[in-house]
């Protein structure tokens, strides 16, 4: 047994090395504290990121659902008893606690619109606040309403209930009120970029489809006498492909999905040229997966039989690659026909020279529009050369779903 000297000395020692592990945490926490800086760094950075969680909840623009989440990260950044956002129909979400009055909400809402067709801020405190059918003394809570202004246009309020509103206060709210707003101009941004890239696709089949359409007719019949089970095949491959290029959902597809269309197309398209048409495929599995725009390698091949092959003598090669190159996909087309004028390439892809090319100009724009003018369109060509088409598109794409 241990003498009671020596577990005093033990209880002393595991003491001391208690203190001196207090010590170093509160060292180590004190020390994270000074690298994030000043305390009105820190306070910024706080104010940051309190912003960036709730601008993840208004990239679809202010809908009830959003305004919902990001109601209480916007309350926290203002400090304020309650917070309410609305736009010129409804309430659309609030954050702590409403007065205690029937239809406070449809109270909230006329007082929003006030707002709506001024277009200023307003605080409401005293008689105006009574006027709204709230009582002022309810906690003594006074009501601020700024515009969200988008486009220059009000389409929304951000409303505070505060003890008191202070010129501070208010400042500080309307500043956020713009934020918000700022968040809606992006949201309708996206939603434009959507419906341009429709308007482009749509642009697209209507170029593609007349002379596509009449071309497979054509190879199709001349079969049906001669060998009406590939002509059977050939309709199918048709309804496949039409099916494909015409689908109304999604502007995004894979590698994968598009060289299937690809396939098909060529299939239709060797029913005419037979074996004058020569295809080469080198594809990575890796890329396969790679999300790209809807028929954005589709237009690239029919260019080159189109344009490249159509006129030219002899056989006529394609060659179609797609490789991994880090966090690219790297994807070229590649033909032996014509070739084209370099010059005239530029003015045809800057929309300044009327032409057959109509789709390389769609895809290099919708390209640009997507991941940024260093993503578009590069062509390799020359009068008698052939042409090179390459394409670099990012491997990882959170915001893009097929």
Known sequence: MFSPAVDIAVICAVALVAVAAVAALGYRLSRSQRDLGSDTERAAYAALHTATLASRHLRAGLTASGAGKAGRHLRTLLGCDTLVLADAAAVLAWEGSLPDVPDSRTRLLAASRTVLESGRTRVFRGASLRSLGFDDDDGGRQL?????????????????????????????????????????????LDTSRTLLME??????????????????????????????????????????????????????????????????????????????????????????????PFLSLQPLVENSVRHGLEAADGEGHITITATDAGAMAVITVEDNGVGMDPEYLQAVLAGHAEGDHVGLRNVDVRLRQVYGEDHGLVIDTAPGAGTLITMRIPKSQPGHRT
């Open 144 to 188: 601020l309403v700024c515009p969200l202004q988008v486009n220059r246009k009000t389409v929304g309020t951000l409303a505070v209930f505060a003890p008191a509103v202070s010129a501070g206060l208010v400042r500080a709210a309307n500043d956020v009120a713009g934020w918000v707003a700022a968040q809606m101009e992006l949201a309708e």
């Open 199 to 292: 308007a482009e696709v749509r642009a697209l089949r209507a170029q593609i489809s007349p002379h596509f359409i009449y071309n497979s007719l054509n190879a199709i019949a001349s079969y049906i006498t001669t060998d009406p089970v590939r002509a059977r095949e050939l309709v199918v491959e048709f309804a496949d492909f039409t099916r494909y290029t015409f689908r109304r959902s999604g502007n995004f597809t894979t590698v994968a999905e598009e060289l299937q269309a690809i396939d098909r197309y060529l299939l239709l398209e060797r029913a005419r040229f037979g074996d004058r048409l020569k295809i080469s495929l080198q594809i990575g599995q890796e890329v396969l997966g790679t999300v790209i």
